[in-house]
């Protein structure tokens, strides 16, 4: 992944050369950005939604990285400002109780997002997906560290 990362780096700060080289490569890519393919495929390279970390087996947004998605009362980027990891549950059934000061818990819906729950790290790169409160604790205490107290 630090490979790609570095070449796609060293890319870009190829493209700005004044080189003429670098400037004809420029100017073609300019031309592909017209294709809907290539514009999607660079602009999840550079932003990094591309990347999947392996988190081990499970729904195929494990380990991805959650794009912008509307929800009824916003988008999501706009509650991930905070810096902190976030729990978004579309059914409301599940909590964050004794990770409250690093997991913010947010109940709200997307027409987007096909999944009961989904327990995101600062990165916006998906940890956990399901709708049963014992996993989501495991996953809360391997991210987030020990509950501040335990539940009652």
Same mark, same amino acid.
């Given at each position: *992944? ?9 890319? %870009? ?18 031309? !592909? *950005? ?7 495929? $660079? ?12 988190? @081990?087996? /499970?729904?195929?947004? $494990? @380990?991805?990285?959650?794009? &912008?998605?509307?929800?009824?009362? /916003?988008?999501?980027?706009?509650? *991930?400002?905070? /810096?902190? /990891? ?7 059934? $599940?909590?964050? &109780?004794? =990770? ?12 987007? $997002? ?13 940890? =956990?997906?399901?709708? *049963? %409160?014992?996993? !989501?604790?495991? %996953?809360?205490?391997? =991210? ?9």
């Amino acid at each position: *992944m630090a490979a790609d990362v570095l070449d796609n780096t060293r890319a %870009q700060a190829e493209l700005i050369s004044a080189a003429a080289g670098p400037q004809a490569v420029r100017r073609l890519v300019s031309e !592909l *950005m017209e294709f809907e393919d290539v514009k999607r495929y $660079l602009t999840e390279k550079i932003t990094a939604i591309s990347i999947r970390y392996d988190f @081990g087996e /499970g729904d195929d947004l $494990l @380990g991805r990285r959650l794009r &912008d998605i509307a929800l009824t009362r /916003g988008t999501l980027y706009d509650l *991930m400002r905070t /810096g902190r /990891g976030l729990l978004l549950d579309q059914g409301g059934q $599940l909590s964050v &109780d004794g =990770w409250n000061d690093r997991v913010d818990y947010v109940v709200d819906t997307s027409a987007e $997002l096909d999944a009961p729950a989904v327990l995101l790290r600062p990165d916006g790169h998906v940890a =956990w997906v399901g709708d *049963m %409160q014992a996993e !989501l604790d495991t %996953q809360l205490s391997k =991210w987030f560290g020990r509950p501040a107290r335990e539940r009652a």
